[in-house]
């Protein structure tokens, strides 16, 4: 079983920024595919960002591209998400996921068998 704890949500002026991580326990890091979803009220989940095992490959919605990073550090078990020049249309809750499925579909939430309970990200205008 693989445990996902995010942290570091909150509110921020539309141009703001605001760092996301995400701590892993119960399996290897390395071992796991990451990505980052979020989902706004009304709105099915969507894919934010992905990260493969080693950190050589990264993706990213269209909607995020230019301004949001994902990055990972396996010796912390630890992933990460910076989101800069944040707009309003970014406010969501904000989730964490890991996969021990290959690289081969990375942006859909069924590919994904493991879920943090999610972080509110509010972005003001």
């Known amino acids: 079983q693989v445990q996902l704890v995010e942290s570091g949500g909150g509110l921020v002026q539309a141009g703001g920024s605001l760092g996301l991580s995400c701590a892993a326990s119960g399996r290897t890091l390395s071992s796991l595919r990451m990505g980052w979803f979020r989902q706004a009220p009304g709105k099915e989940r969507e894919f934010v960002a992905a990260?493969?095992?080693?950190?050589?490959?990264?993706y990213y919605a269209d909607s995020v591209k230019g301004r949001f990073t994902i990055s990972r550090d396996n010796a912390k078990n630890t992933v990460y998400l910076q989101m800069n020049s944040l707009k309003p249309e970014d406010t969501a809750v904000y989730y964490c996921?890991?996969?021990?499925?290959?690289?081969?579909?990375?942006?859909?939430?069924?590919?994904?068998?493991?879920w943090g309970q999610g972080t509110q990200v509010t972005v003001s205008s």
């Open positions: 990260i493969t095992r080693n950190g050589g490959t990264t």
């Open positions: 996921a890991a996969s021990t499925m290959p690289d081969i579909v990375v942006r859909a939430t069924s590919h994904y068998g493991y």
